[in-house]
């Protein structure tokens, strides 16, 4: 299985297309699709359904599709790796997953420490749900993860940030609950709810207890600043952190935090047994001197 093979096979999964795909990447189309039915052959299943108009992922094509991208980037960052290698002064590229949290703030102070005495090292953030941001960390894909939620500690290394995020509602000023000092679970039985999926399984229930059946989760989402949007439109009440929505005087918004209260530790996890680069190493040994200092 080659890397280039891979990579026509994910250009036509994403476009659809075996001849536009073939466009995109310079070869001609009877090459692109005597490749991909080369690959199937060499899998032994069918990757695509084919019609008169476009080609569709099969089951199989579309466990191939999200294990190629990973396979394509562990193979990009490994060539990149290995260039920083061969250079004299400390270079690379650091991935970094990371949660949204005011509180990633020491990331900032970490970056710009080192961007005085190691100004050619690059650094890559990414967002993710920590199910899938931990499984690409322990393929080697990420360098770091800062996640809100416990890990396994036999599999990775670990560093507590020494803070913690406040969780609350944000809604409208004119909102029904906005009057309140504090929203408790009884406030939010049958209101319009949005959250993340992944607050949705582990800590909404751990807060509303016996009345998490009767929550009315209207959307669930990833990013904090679609769900301002949403609650600014009175699509419903968004539980999140505090500090990653504009509540200032000026917006429309506020936040209300939640009673009983209810924080999130954060913390910068590692695979154990993880080889870096010089560029990782510096970077931790910076992260425990702005974390731990």
């Not at 193979?75 to 509180?103: M, P």
Request: proline residues 3%.
């Amino acid at each position: 299985m080659e890397l280039r093979v891979l990579k026509y096979f994910l250009e036509a999964a994403r476009c659809a297309n075996i001849t536009k795909a073939a466009e995109n990447l310079n070869v001609t189309q009877p090459t692109m699709s005597r490749q991909i039915k080369d690959l199937e052959w060499e899998l032994g299943e069918k990757l695509f359904e084919r019609t008169n108009y476009a080609i569709k992922l099969t089951p199989a094509g579309e466990l191939l599709r999200d294990r190629a991208e990973d396979i394509l980037s562990m193979a990009d960052k490994t060539l990149l790796d290995f260039k920083a290698l061969k250079e004299d002064e400390i270079t690379g590229n650091i991935a970094i997953a990371c949660a949204e949290s005011k509180n990633i703030s020491f990331l900032a102070k970490c970056i710009n420490h080192l961007k005085t005495v190691h100004p050619k090292i690059k650094y890559h953030l990414y967002a993710g749900d920590s199910e899938r941001v931990l499984e690409k960390l322990d393929k080697g894909l990420f360098d770091f993860a800062v996640i809100v939620e416990n890990v396994d500690l036999e599999k990775f290394n670990c560093l507590t940030v020494h803070a913690v995020d406040r969780w609350g509602v944000v809604m409208r000023r004119d909102a029904e609950l906005a009057d309140r000092d504090f929203i408790e679970p009884k406030d939010l039985i049958d209101k319009p709810i949005m959250i993340s999926r992944q607050s949705l399984a582990a800590d909404l229930p751990k807060w509303m207890g016996d009345d998490i059946s009767r929550v009315n989760v209207v959307a669930t989402l990833d990013l904090t600043y679609n769900g301002s949007v949403l609650a600014r439109e009175r699509t419903g009440y968004l539980l999140t952190f505090e500090g990653l929505v504009d509540t200032s005087a000026e917006s429309p918004l506020c936040f209300k935090p939640l009673m009983p209260e209810l924080t999130t530790a954060m913390y910068v996890v590692w695979r154990r047994g993880q080889q870096f680069t010089k560029a990782a190493d510096v970077f931790l040994e910076e992260m425990k001197r702005v974390i731990e200092g």
